[in-house]
Structure formats: C-alpha cells, structure tokens
C-alpha cells in the first residue's frame, strides 16, 4: 500500500509498505477514508514528540471502513463504518488507574508509536474503534481533535452537565481554537469571542456565530476581568501571560496550546489566590470519542467547515515538510474515494 512514512527525524517520504496478510487476534484491517494533519504530527516528524518510533505512518485522526478481522474479536463486523481513538494507555499505571488514560506513564499511539492513518490502510484494535453509522468520514475524522477540546473543557469544569460560562475567549482562531469554541456554544456558553490576529480567521470564525476580537486589541484588553472562561489555543507564551489578566474572579483559565517545553510565564500568586482563579492543563484525549461523535451527530455543518482540504494521499506530503503560507488553511485531510 501507499503511505506517507517518517523514516528519521525530519524525514518523510512517501513510500510502499506491505500489507499485513493475517489481522492479528483482536484487531481489524481498516481501508483510511479520511485522515486529518495535526500540528502534532509534524512534532512527531521532528521528534519532539515523545521517544520517536521511526519508521512509523504519522496520522491519529483518521475514520476509515473494516475490510477484514482478526479472530476474537465481537461487536464489530467487515463493512463497518469506524472512526479511531488513537490512544492506547498501558491500563495498570497510576494515570490509568485514576481515570486518566491520557496521562498514561507509558502512553502509545497510533499515528505516533505505531502506524497510523496516513496510509491506504491500517491495523487497529478493535477496542480503538467507534462506529459512526452513514457519517461522513471527513466529518467522523474530526472526531479526535474534538474529543481533545472536550477533554480540555471537562479539565476545565465544563464537562457534561455542567454550568457552561456566560462569558468566554479564546485565543488562536485555528481549527482546534475553533472547535474550543464550537464546543462550548453546543455546551449552552453565553457567549464565545475568538480572538487572533488574522482577519480571514476572524472572518471565519464570525461565519461560524462565533463573536470576535482582534488579540492584543484596546478593545480587547480593556475588558480586564471580564471573562469567566478564557483560553489559549496559540501556545504563544505571552499570550497565555497576558490572557490571566481576562479571566473573571472565580474564573478558569485553560492552557490549551502547545508551548514550548522550556518556555516560562510570570504569573501573580496573589492574584491567583485572591480572585480565586483556577488555571488548568489539558492534554490530548481521554475516552472523549463518544461524546464528540454525538456533538458532530447533531452538528448544523459548521464544525465540518473546518475541513479546508480534501487531498489524495501523495498531495499530503507537502504539509507535512512546509508551514502553509495561507491563513485560511484550517484542516488538511486526506480523504480515500
């Protein structure tokens, strides 16, 4: 089969890998209908992304259909319309133990350790996966990145049930900033204010029903205090140090974007304690799949909107070795016809 391939640090190449002839027991043979890039892909490519598991197929928000089984497997039957949870936690840990799978000690993935869905077809456990009826695959395939921004919600005392903020903004008006905020409006949120620098992103996400501000705009910095819920989709550190200054007494602050592992901010203790703010991390997904697939189930096609890009798979590997020079690039997906 094709497949886009990482064979050392920064190295990616298309290439032509064989296809398994026996489904191991307790796995399925998926057909890739779809497959999304994620920012964390290409820190996969440049290893900054975990240990490393060169060679490896890149890809963990993919949707695809069963084309065979292995034995000992249940529930699940060739034909099936799938979508994967790319997260395999070890289940014994700590982490695991406490309910928090994403926070395993010894965390594998498809699409980081082991071969993923950048390519014609791949081998996941049947436990991976979650049927989505006659949803469309690149619709299903925004399922992963969605169940990230659910997981950072539920971190941040916005999970189901919940009290949704009257109040929120965030910053960075990128396809995950924009599902942030798509989220917290099917959550019942007041009203949800992307904030970035971008025009067309702006215009994008006004399109959507969402509220905009321009970041580091008068307009902007002059509601200090005047959002029960802010946060970060940039993993710009300093605007994750000047965004405390938004957040509501009482309020949330959720530090969603990837910063830099060395990268520092000054924040006031005092401010923290006196205001009685929450600042919280969140980090990948944790069992979110259901729940997204459901909110994409009764979305009105706005979150599909994300998807900028529908390539075949030798169309992809431009992304994966250059930034795209257009701001109004949100989702690049391969899509399988």
Do not use: W
């Not at 009482?250 to 530090?255: I, Y």
């Amino acid at each position: 089969m094709k497949a886009i391939q990482f064979i050392g640090k920064g190295e990616a190449v298309l290439a032509d890998i064989p296809i398994r002839e026996t489904v191991p027991e307790g796995h399925a043979l998926i057909r890739v209908r779809a497959s999304g890039l994620c920012h964390t892909d290409i820190d996969v490519l440049h290893a900054r992304y975990g240990p490393g598991g060169f060679p490896v197929v890149p890809g963990h928000e993919y949707a695809g259909e069963i084309v065979a089984l292995g034995s000992g497997t249940s529930g699940l039957a060739v034909s099936a319309r799938v979508v994967v949870d790319p997260n395999l936690p070890c289940g014994v840990c700590i982490s695991c133990r406490r309910g928090l799978s994403n926070l395993c000690s010894d965390l594998k993935a498809y699409g980081v350790t082991h071969d993923g869905g950048f390519g014609e077809y791949s081998v996941v456990r049947c436990d991976q996966l979650y049927d989505i009826g006659d949803m469309p695959f690149e619709v299903a395939a925004l399922a992963e990145p969605l169940a990230c921004a659910l997981n950072g919600l539920g971190a941040a005392g916005i999970g189901p049930g919940e009290r949704p903020p009257e109040r929120a903004v965030i910053f960075g008006a990128g396809p995950i900033g924009l599902l942030l905020g798509l989220s917290l409006k099917a959550r019942g949120a007041g009203s949800v204010t992307m904030a970035d620098v971008n025009e067309s992103r702006l215009a994008f996400a006004s399109s959507l029903g969402l509220d905009t501000a321009v970041s580091g705009s008068g307009a902007l910095s002059s509601q200090r205090h005047g959002f029960d819920f802010v946060a970060d989709a940039t993993g710009v550190p300093a605007v994750v140090e000047n965004m405390i200054d938004l957040v509501a007494d009482g309020g949330t602050a959720l530090l969603f974007g990837v910063c830099p592992p060395s990268a520092t901010v000054s924040i006031h203790p005092f401010e923290v304690f006196r205001r009685q703010l929450k600042i919280v991390g969140s980090h990948s997904l944790n069992r979110n799949i259901p729940e997204a697939l459901d909110i994409l189930s009764a979305d009105d096609g706005s979150i599909a909107r994300l998807v900028s890009h529908k390539l075949p798979l030798e169309d992809m590997l431009p992304f994966f070795l250059a930034k795209p020079s257009d701001p109004a690039t949100m989702k690049v997906q391969f899509v399988s016809v």
